[in-house]
């Protein structure tokens, strides 16, 4: 049984459900307005002071997600630069876990 707890979403800030997986590692949204997708501890932590152009680009990403993908936000380390926001969409049955 998975905890699902309601917090508002980081996206668009709508009433959202979360469920921790991936050791707490990943969280999976489930939003009224964005639909589903998946998000990294550190990238919801980012993206709280990210530009808020930048999470509605990220919403309407999350809402185009092929029916069989789902959109992942994570934090992308590269050498020399400080920490980006990236995201992508992963299958579907990846983020079930
Ligand atoms: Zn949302």
Known sequence: MKAIENQPC???????QSVPGDHGYRKHFSCSVCADF???????????SSASGRRTQL??????????????????LQP??????????????????
């Not at 809402?63 to 959109?71: E, G, I, K, Q, S």
Request: net charge positive; proline share 7%; aromatic share 2%.
């Open 59 to 76: 919403s309407q990403r999350a809402r185009c997600a092929p029916a069989d993908r789902v959109l992942e936000i994570r934090t992308e």
């Open 10 to 16: 980081p996206l668009c800030e709508s009433d959202a």
């Open 38 to 48: 998946v998000i990294t501890r550190a990238a919801e932590r980012m993206l709280r």
């Open 80 to 97: 020399d630069q400080p920490k980006m926001l990236s995201d992508a969409y992963i299958p579907r049955a990846r983020c079930s876990t």
